[in-house]
């Protein structure tokens, strides 16, 4: 399975709205500026992501998207498929009627434990998971900043 920019930039500005959402709606341009996207193609990643009831979207001069469920209840499975579609990586997995050989190919078998793999990981990871994550990885980019200031004697004093 490939994940087009539709899947992989979907996924991280709807990370991104997690991590900066407050009371109000966070506006598309901050999204796009931080995550490097642009804008147009982000409103058109955003539009599946309201039909699939995983966000808001707000206009007006407070307009924005804002996350409608908890972190914890968006499996990255559910926001992958609004995105991407069927996570098949190849036609006989999806429907065994496409190949005759299904039942006696093991390369077919294979097939199908590779997506069972991917939508393993998949169903277990929350949007809660990936803030955790993400938070884990700034604490730690911080903490090494910090030691290397510390270690050449600048310690901000």
């Known amino acids: 399975m490939r994940l087009s920019t539709k899947g ?12 900066h959402r407050s009371e109000e709606p966070v506006p598309l341009k901050d999204i796009a500026r931080r995550q490097e996207i642009s804008l147009p193609y982000l409103e058109h990643l955003i539009a599946p992501l309201v039909a699939g009831g995983i966000v808001k979207s707000n206009r007006g001069v407070r307009g924005g998207i804002s996350v409608l469920k908890h972190p914890e209840d968006i499996k990255l499975i559910d926001v992958i498929v609004l995105l ?26 294979i097939w199908d434990e590779v997506e069972k793999a991917i939508e393993g990981v ?3 990871t929350t949007l809660q998971d990936m803030i955790e994550r993400q938070r884990q990885k700034w604490d730690l980019k911080q903490s090494k900043e910090h030691e290397r200031q510390c270690s050449s004697g600048d310690d901000g004093d």
Do not use: F, Q, W
């Open 84 to 109: 991407e579609g069927s996570i098949g990586s190849v036609d006989c997995v999806n429907n065994p009627k496409a190949c005759p050989r299904t039942g006696l190919c093991v390369t077919h078998d």
């Open 8 to 19: 992989r930039y979907g996924s991280r500005a709807l990370l991104d709205l997690a991590l």
């Open 122 to 124: 998949l169903e277990s």
